[in-house]
Nanobody, 127 residues
Framework: QVQLVESGGGLVQAGGSLRLSCAAS????????IGWFRQAPGKEREFVAA????????NYADSVKGRFTISRDSAENTVYLQMNSLKPEDTAIYSC????????????????????WGQGAQVTVSS
């Protein structure tokens, strides 16, 4: 079992930055990969970014590429999502998730590949 706890959400003006944290505990393993997803009101959950546990492989949704960066602090067992140049359309609840599947384009974008989820963090970007 893996427990994930997000923090770092909040309210920011357009063009600003926020950093989300995802602290992992429990049966963590280097075979896991971590993904970030978001869900805006009235919309379906969408993939944002993913990384292997050692963060050597990372992938991003086209909508955030060049603005968001996923990284990991191995000593703290924490994965971060640095969000820069935020736009109002980035407003959503952001959740991190862990998967034991093999990391591939068929899995990291698929929310059903993830077995463990955090509680979510609200990010609001004002115009």
């Amino acid at each position: 079992q893996v427990q994930l706890v997000e923090s770092g959400g909040g309210l920011v003006q357009a063009g600003g930055s926020l950093r989300l944290s995802c602290a992992a505990s429990g049966r963590t393993s280097s075979t896991y990969f971590i993904g970030w997803f978001r869900q805006a009101p009235g919309k379906e959950r969408e993939f944002v970014a993913a990384a292997t546990w050692n963060a050597l492989r990372t992938n991003y949704a086209d909508s955030v590429k060049g603005r968001f960066t996923i990284s990991r602090d191995s000593a703290e067992n924490t994965v971060y999502l640095q969000m820069n140049s935020l736009k109002p359309e980035d407003t959503a609840i952001y959740s991190c998730a862990a998967s034991e599947s093999v990391y591939s384009s068929a899995t990291y974008r698929n929310s059903r590949a993830y077995a463990y989820w955090g509680q979510g963090a609200q990010v609001t970007v004002s115009s």
